[in-house]
């Protein structure tokens, strides 16, 4: 739905783009038009005063009455385009009403030399003019004028026309064809110019959306590093976390909130990634932290359950998503114990006593696929003595794939932790990114999460 509403919007900007600048184009050459007739009375004056009387006389050279047809009869088939030019641009009208006055201005000049052949060459240039507008309609009036110019004129004053006063009958056939040969190049010309012109809208209008996308996801991004923990500090522990997003705004989640003796651990990962990913991924933190806030002595089971009714909702209700998410909420006590619900990935316990991983797996379920998962949410619990570690991980890490497909594991994971186990935990953290990116050869397909904590004890916490 999201898609489909983006290319809706889209392909209506393209259309704003393209209405905006072809009605501008269309307002220019109207202008134009305007100046190209006064120009062109101008020069018929001219030509009457100069050509007709040996065009028309013979030798002698007398104000002829053709320079009055100049002015008056140039006057009446400029006022009419000239005015709609500046009244109406971009008018469809406006250009019919230019479309024929430019054809009439053809016939007289041809009439004003006395039929010479080369004015005729005005028709094809006018008809060349006439392109500028990129709109095929007008070739229309304008073909129609020309025919019926030249047939009327061969009919009654062919020496107007062609120079003779007898041509032959089919002289008007052979100048039709030769125009109808000139729309038809010209009417291709004009539809492949708008074609050209609505490729280009589309492009730039794909590009805002682009620019305008990169921009609101950079601010997705913003908000999502904003609301992570920026200082974890849960007397007891040594906490350290770190999110590498796939894109600019992941769908992983992890979150550290302050309860009474402890705190609540929870890490996520919504199926797949991107803008809508990392909205549902910020419903389920702001949520899953509400109701730790408003309920601090529930357990994982109950908060995650109640979670799942507000996503459940939300995603499916408003954002009309079907997104859903894996999660784990750990609920920390400072002399050790743990509680785990959820559904993610196995978590893995470092002991270290013997150096060893042990792998803890919790049953359950995603949360957004149905409205109710309280009979499928279990929890267990489990005890981590001093300097033991625990380590919480999305699927981006263990399934960072090398040049050949395979995946890096939990196996290798596991023996990654029992070789930096004993450093800082921001070093666990650091190590464990950077295997995974190695692995997969600097390119990253999911989003990447990991948690380290370990459970130092009050007593030697204080006492350091």
């Known amino acids: 739905m999201q898609k489909s509403y983006t290319r809706t919007t889209e392909g209506k900007r393209a259309r704003e783009i393209f209405e905006e600048r072809y009605d501008a184009h269309l307002r220019r050459t109207d202008r134009l038009f305007a100046y190209l007739m006064l120009g062109q009375w101008a020069a018929a004056i001219l030509i009457a005063v100069v050509l007709s009387p040996y065009a028309w006389r013979g030798k002698t050279h007398v104000v002829h009455e053709h320079v009055y047809v100049a002015v008056v009869l140039g006057a009446l088939i400029s006022a009419m385009p000239v005015t709609l030019a500046f009244v109406r641009p971009g008018w469809v009208g406006t250009r019919m009403v230019i479309a024929c006055a430019q ?25 060349a003019f006439l392109a500028f507008y990129r709109d095929w309609r007008v070739y229309v009036p304008a073909t129609v004028v020309v025919a019926a110019d ?36 010209l009417i291709l010309s004009c539809i492949q110019s ?10 730039q209008a794909h590009s805002e959306f682009t620019e305008r996308l990169e921009h609101e996801m950079q601010i997705a991004s913003n908000i999502q590093t904003a609301l992570l923990p920026r200082e974890i500090r849960v007397p007891g522990t040594e906490i350290a976390a770190k999110m ?21 651990i929870g890490i996520g990962d919504v199926a797949g990634h991107g803008l809508k990913a990392g909205l549902m991924m910020l419903q389920a933190q702001s949520t899953i932290e509400a109701l730790v806030r408003g309920r601090p002595g529930a357990s994982p089971r109950d908060i995650l359950t109640d979670a799942n009714r507000v996503v ?22 400072d002399d ?42 279990v929890e267990k ?10 380590v919480l991980y999305t699927d981006g890490l263990t399934e960072a794939a090398n040049g050949a497909g395979e995946q890096l594991g939990l196996d290798r994971l596991s023996a990654a932790v029992e070789k930096v186990a004993r450093a800082p935990v921001e070093e666990v953290c650091d190590y464990l990114v950077a295997l995974a990116t190695k692995w997969a050869g600097g390119r990253q397909e999911d989003d990447l ?16």
Request: charge should be negative; glycine fraction near 10%.
């Open 150 to 185: 030249h047939l009327l004129r061969q009919m009654y004053w062919p020496e107007s026309v062609y120079g003779i006063l007898a041509p032959e009958s089919w002289r008007f056939l052979e100048h039709a064809f030769w125009v109808v040969f000139e729309d038809v190049f």
């Open 194 to 203: 708008v074609r050209e012109m609505r490729q280009n809208a589309a492009q």
């Open 336 to 377: 050790g114990r743990f509680v785990m619900a959820g559904a993610h990935e196995e978590a893995l316990v470092w002991r270290a006593a013997t150096g060893r991983c042990e792998r803890l797996w919790v049953g359950g379920t995603w949360l957004g696929m149905v409205e109710d998962i309280t009979s499928e949410t």
């Open 449 to 464: 999460t990991v948690v380290v904590l370990r459970h130092v004890g009050l007593a030697r916490q204080a006492a350091a």
């Open 103 to 127: 054809m009439l201005w053809s016939a007289l000049l041809i009439h004003l030399s006395g039929g010479r052949i080369e004015t005729h060459f005005h028709v094809f240039g006018s008809l």
């Open 244 to 264: 590498v997003p796939a894109t600019e705004v992941g769908g992983d989640y992890y979150d550290v909130v302050h309860a009474d003796k402890g705190c609540f």
């Open 312 to 333: 459940f909702g939300s995603s499916r209700g408003r954002l009309g998503a079907h997104e859903h998410m894996t999660i784990s909420l750990v609920r920390y006590h």
């Open 381 to 390: 619990s489990f005890d981590l003595a001093e300097d033991d570690l625990l």
